[in-house]
């Protein structure tokens, strides 16, 4: 199974304020919503909150937390304990690729395991973030393909999709 991460993530690697993003890209979202349909998505227990504590459709929606028989019990929301067991989950659904999809502190302990990176990097800076993405290690991923976008009157910020790859044989 790939295990890939999928982010949205300033000049500056910022990614989010007040547990909410910062700012409004629907091509972005169409996107994402194209790539992870009917896949396993994995989230922390902060991000599933900043979307209203509520599963987004049409995915396996797994959420990580140390404490996971407080979460909502609902349809389509698989919780999980540690990262091992999200990916065990995922994995169990039979899929070619799982979706990690933030916020802050999983992609920093999923990066080292990450075959793949789908980097939506957004053309402005945000010094007042609270939440970040860490920072690519060019010696661990390439980038294979980069789509730039212009602003427009839909979005405020030009961005440009980038997929990075892990290097053949790249180990953390
Ligand atoms: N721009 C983007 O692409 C993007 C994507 C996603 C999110 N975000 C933003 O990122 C921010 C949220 O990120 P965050 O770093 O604050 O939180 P987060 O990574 O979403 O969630 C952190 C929580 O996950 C659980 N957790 C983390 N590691 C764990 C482990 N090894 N085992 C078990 N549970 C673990 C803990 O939950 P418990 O405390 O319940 O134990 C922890 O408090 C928001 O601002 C959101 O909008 C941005």
């Avoid at 019990?73 to 070619?96: G, I």
């Avoid at 075959?115 to 970040?132: G, L, Q």
């Amino acid at each position: 199974m790939i295990i890939s991460l999928v982010v949205a993530a300033s000049e500056n690697n910022a990614i989010g304020l007040d547990n909410a993003l910062l700012w409004k890209l629907p091509n972005d979202m169409k996107f994402f919503k194209n790539l992870t349909w009917a896949m396993p998505i994995i989230m922390g227990r902060k991000t599933f909150e900043s979307m209203g504590s509520k599963p987004l459709p049409g995915r396996f929606n797994i959420v990580i937390s140390r404490n996971p028989d407080a979460l909502p019990s609902m349809e389509n929301v698989w919780p999980a304990n540690s990262l091992e067991q999200a990916l065990a989950l995922a994995q169990s659904s039979d899929c070619r690729e799982a979706f990690v999809i933030g916020g802050g502190d999983i992609y920093k302990q999923c990066t080292a395991m990450a075959d793949r990176i789908y980097m939506t990097r957004v053309h402005a800076s945000y010094p007042d973030a609270d939440t970040f993405f860490p920072l690519i290690d060019e010696a661990l991923f390439r980038i294979e393909n980069a789509v730039e976008m212009p602003a427009d009157e839909k979005h405020a910020q030009s961005y440009r999709f980038e997929t990075w790859q892990r290097v053949d044989n790249a180990t953390p």
